[in-house]
């Protein structure tokens, strides 16, 4: 049974870093472990801005893929989560009101969030506490990165979806996710 380990925040927090550290640890250590980065941002490289949320269909499907791969793993690492792209779509859509076709899709989407969330046995938080800078793939300014971590953390409260948040370098972040899956880290071992 692979045991999923999911990385969450928003856009240019540190997730990507994290997990390939967190990796790379792993690893040292000689566990059987895998990671996935999140499929959006290929998808964003790839066909440009996310313009419906239908899209966020495509964006569910290609990390849930992703996902399954991981299966031959004892553990599995992303910085994302299938369950994320529902709280996108809603995001894109803000207050503004809705059309009968987006009350589906978002209800569709809402679905397979809630059926997906019992899959990850450990979900951190990344929140922003260094700057954002521009990647040239993520079309999100500073004030817009922020309002998309609230919204993550919002849909993680609202559900009840246990989480522990992180803070610190990716290093302590690393160094907190090993010890609370009771990993001893490399660090540790030599001394």
Wanted: glycine residues 8%; contains cysteine; charged residues 30%.
């Amino acid at each position: 049974m692979t045991t999923r380990i999911a990385i969450l925040g928003g856009p240019r927090c540190g997730k990507t870093t994290l997990m390939q550290h967190l990796y790379v640890e792993m690893k040292i250590l000689g566990m059987n472990v895998g990671c996935a980065a999140e499929y959006s941002t290929d998808y964003l490289r790839e066909k440009g801005m996310i313009e419906t949320i239908s899209e966020q269909y495509g964006i569910y499907l290609g990390q849930a893929k992703l996902e399954e791969e991981l299966e031959i793993f004892d553990y599995a690492i992303t910085d994302y989560a299938t369950f994320v792209p529902y709280v996108y779509a809603r995001f894109m859509l803000g207050e503004r009101k809705r059309t009968v076709k987006e009350i589906e899709i978002l209800k569709d989407l809402y679905g397979l969030a809630i059926r997906d969330i019992s899959k990850y046995d450990y979900i951190f938080y990344v929140g922003r506490e260094f700057g954002y800078e521009k990647d040239g793939v993520r079309w999100q300014d500073e004030e817009t990165a922020q309002k998309v971590d609230e919204a993550i953390k919002t849909f993680l409260d609202v559900e009840s979806v246990p989480y522990i948040e992180l803070t610190g370098c990716t290093k302590d972040r690393a160094k907190t996710i090993l010890s609370i899956m009771d990993i001893k880290s490399q660090e540790a071992n030599e001394n």
